[in-house]
């Protein structure tokens, strides 16, 4: 069974940095594009950032460009989201997103539903 296990949010000033977590179960990140999707209040969620272990390419929303980064540890299977210089507008829960996909933007774009797996949000709050 594909599962996801993600962590890493908290509360830190406008300007700071968080590193997410991701960790996966019963798959490779290999063989996976993961997502990292954010929910704020009254919004809808949208992908933030993919990297897909297919054909290695990426996906930043332009509003994270520059301030966010994905890496990944294979020993540990695990997606890392650094998340830099944050802002206010940058709260939300975040959650990451396993797809059977073969390139970050289909990932991304396709129905969420679609989705192979989900981990459970990390609340992530940037205070100005």
């Known amino acids: 069974e594909v599962q996801l296990q993600a962590s890493g949010g908290g509360v830190v000033q406008g300007g700071g940095s968080l590193r997410l977590s991701c960790a996966g179960s019963?798959?490779?990140?290999?063989?996976?594009?993961i997502v990292w999707f954010r929910q704020a209040p009254g919004k809808e969620r949208e992908g933030v950032s993919c990297v897909s272990g297919v054909d290695g390419s990426t996906y930043f929303e332009d509003s994270v460009k520059g301030r966010f980064a994905m890496s990944s540890d294979n020993a540990e299977n695990t997606v890392y989201l650094q998340m830099n210089s944050l802002k206010p507008e940058d709260t939300a829960v975040y959650y990451c997103?396993?797809?059977?996909?073969?390139?970050?933007?289909?990932?991304?774009?396709?129905?969420?539903?679609?989705?192979?797996?989900w981990g459970q949000g990390t609340q992530v709050t940037v205070s100005s």
């Open positions: 997103a396993a797809g059977a996909f073969p390139t970050c933007i289909a990932a991304v774009f396709s129905a969420q539903n679609a989705l192979d797996a």
């Open positions: 019963g798959f490779s990140i290999d063989d996976y594009a």
